[in-house]
T-cell receptor, first 112, second 116 residues
Framework: DAKTTQPPSMDCAEGRAANLPCNHS???????VYWYRQIHSQGPQYIIH???NNETNEMASLIITEDRKSSTLILPHATLRDTAVYYC?????????????FGTGTRLKVLA | EAQVTQNPRYLITVTGKKLTVTCSQN?????MSWYRQDPGLGLRQIYY?????VTDKGDVPEGYKVSRKEKRNFPLILESPSPNQTSLYFC?????WGTGQADTQYFGPGTRLTVL
């Protein structure tokens, strides 16, 4: 199964860009990459997803390498409210069904 | 309001006493799943259901059962809970567009279970 690897923690200054890396070297061609974040012990919240191309929405940008073995989530102007645990997730397709493999997450602390 | 609800939110029980954690969604989603979250291990998928009557094992199904008799409900059943099932549990749902399209999950608020 695909597996994701993330650094356990990162700090970022408020107002600066936060770049959160994820390694998913065993990903297959039809498997999407998702990013979610979790604040305290609340339910995770969706941020962005991608397959091959870079993606941007109102929350963040997702950069996927050409070989698809890694990706980077970019929060362009981090605020204190972005302090959370960020999860990189691969959706694994098997025989017409799919399941989700979470990484252990990166705890991002945004510093004032 | 579109949401995933779980009940109970907190539960303390004893080893071997059967329990059910309910999950319900009001978004007409096809795909539903259960996760457990433990310190240092992130979230791990227990079971998932592509649609009514179709369920499959995730990465950590041992000691759990599920059923999907209706589209909106996906209860998690612990027939004989043990202390190693003490965890934070999340239910999630999504449209279930199929393997060729992306599918965004919506998570419930979580159920904190303690088994003594």
């Amino acid at each position: 199964d695909a597996k994701t690897t993330q650094p356990p923690s990162m700090d970022c200054a408020e107002g600066r860009a936060a770049n959160l890396p994820c390694n998913h070297s065993t990903i297959s061609g039809n498997e999407y990459v998702y990013w979610y974040r979790q604040i305290h012990s609340q339910g995770p919240q969706y941020i962005i997803h991608g397959l091959k191309n870079n993606e941007t929405n109102e929350m963040a940008s997702l950069i996927i390498t050409e070989d698809r073995k890694s990706s980077t989530l970019i929060l362009p102007h981090a605020t204190l409210r972005d302090t959370a645990v960020y999860y990189c997730i691969v959706r694994v397709v098997t025989s017409g069904t799919y399941k989700y493999i979470f990484g252990t997450g990166t705890r991002l602390k945004v510093l004032a | 309001e579109a949401q995933v609800t779980q009940n109970p939110r907190y539960l303390i029980t004893v080893t071997g006493k059967k329990l059910t954690v309910t999950c319900s969604q009001n978004m007409n989603h096809e795909y539903m799943s259960w996760y457990r979250q433990d310190p240092g291990l992130g979230l791990r998928q227990i079971y998932y259901s592509m649609n009514v009557e179709v369920t499959d094992k995730g990465d950590v199904p041992e000691g759990y059962k599920v059923s999907r008799k209706e589209k909106r409900n996906f209860p998690l059943i612990l027939e004989s809970p043990s202390p190693n099932q003490t965890s934070l549990y999340f239910c999630a749902s999504s449209y279930g567009w199929g393997t060729g399209q992306a599918d965004t999950q919506y998570f419930g608020p979580g159920t904190r279970l303690t088994v003594l």
